[in-house]
C-alpha cells in the first residue's frame, strides 16, 4: 500500500491561509468521508484536528476546516498563527479495512 | 478523563520479541464503541499503522507486519497489548497507542492517543 501523497513542507506568514493537500485512490479517500488530520508538534504525540472529512472535535480551533474532493482532500489553516507551526498528517481509512498515512507536511510559519 | 499509556522495554535485542501494553484509564476499555489501535513512528519519519484490535479480540493487521504481528485485549486490566517476534533495526521506532470510535456511521478517526513508547531494537 503507498502513503497518500502531501506536500513535504508549506509555510505562510502570521494571518495568511494556508491549504495542504492529500491525495490518494478511489480505494481510501475516494472510497468513504473516512478522512481525518492530525496535528503533531516536535516530541509529542499527534492530536486530531479534523474528522470525517470537514469536522472539528471539540477545543480544535475554527481556523481549521477539511475538505473533500474526489480522491483528494485538503486541510486548510486560516489567520495562521505561531502555534501552528507543526507536522501535519492526513490518514484514510481504506476499502480493505486498512489505514493510510499521508507521507506528512511540515508547515512553517515565517 | 480517559487516558491511554503505552508501557514496555525500551530496549530489545534484534531476533527478540517486543511487547507493549497500553493500559486505559478513566473508563471501561469495554464501555462506549471503540477499537484500539497501535501506530509507530520511525525516527524522524511518518506514520505507520501497525494493527486494531477489537473488544471481543478480532484484530486487523498490517500486511506488511501481519507474520510478526499479534495484538490481544485484556479485559480484567483495561489494556490491549502488541507483540512483535524477530524484530530488527527496523522495528526501531516510537510506539503509540490510540482509540478509534466505531459507533453508526463514525468516521474510524483516532480522537485519544498515548504518549508514546520508543522501542529502539540493538544488541
Known amino acids: 500500500q503507498s502513503a497518500l501523497a502531501q506536500p513535504a513542507s508549506v509555510s505562510g506568514s502570521p494571518g495568511q491561509s494556508i491549504t495542504i493537500s492529500c491525495t490518494g485512490t478511489?480505494?481510501?479517500?475516494?472510497?468513504?468521508?473516512?478522512v481525518s488530520w492530525y496535528q503533531q508538534h516536535p516530541g509529542k504525540a499527534p492530536k486530531l484536528v479534523i474528522y470525517?472529512?470537514?469536522n472539528r472535535p471539540s477545543g480544535v480551533s475554527n481556523r481549521f476546516s477539511g475538505s473533500k474532493s474526489g480522491n483528494a482532500a485538503s486541510l486548510t489553516i486560516s489567520g495562521l498563527q505561531a502555534e501552528d507551526e507543526a507536522d501535519y498528517y492526513c490518514?484514510?481509512?481504506?476499502?480493505?479495512?486498512?489505514?493510510?498515512f499521508g507521507t506528512g507536511t511540515k508547515v512553517t510559519v515565517l | 478523563q480517559v487516558q491511554l499509556q503505552e508501557s514496555g522495554p525500551g530496549l530489545v535485542k534484534p531476533s527478540q520479541t517486543l511487547s507493549l501494553t497500553c493500559t486505559v484509564s478513566?473508563?471501561?476499555?469495554?464501555?462506549?464503541?471503540?477499537?484500539w489501535i497501535w501506530i509507530r513512528q520511525h525516527p524522524g519519519q511518518g506514520l505507520e499503522w501497525v494493527g486494531y484490535?477489537?473488544?471481543?479480540?478480532?484484530?486487523y493487521y498490517n500486511p506488511s507486519l501481519r507474520s510478526r504481528l499479534t495484538l490481544s485485549v485484556d479485559t480484567s486490566k483495561n489494556q490491549f497489548s502488541l507483540r512483535v517476534t524477530s524484530v530488527t533495526a527496523a522495528d526501531t521506532a516510537m510506539y503509540y497507542c490510540?482509540?478509534?470510535?466505531?459507533?453508526?456511521?463514525?468516521?474510524?478517526?483516532?480522537?485519544?492517543w498515548g504518549r508514546g513508547t520508543l522501542v529502539t531494537v540493538s544488541s
Open positions: 490510540a482509540r478509534v470510535p466505531i459507533g453508526s456511521g463514525s468516521g474510524r478517526y483516532f480522537d485519544l
Open positions: 478513566g473508563a471501561s476499555i469495554l464501555s462506549g464503541d471503540y477499537y
Open positions: 484490535v477489537y473488544n471481543s479480540g478480532s484484530a
Open positions: 478511489n480505494s481510501d479517500i475516494g472510497g468513504y468521508n473516512y
Open positions: 470525517e472529512v470537514s
Open positions: 490518514t484514510s481509512y481504506t476499502t480493505s479495512s486498512t489505514y493510510l
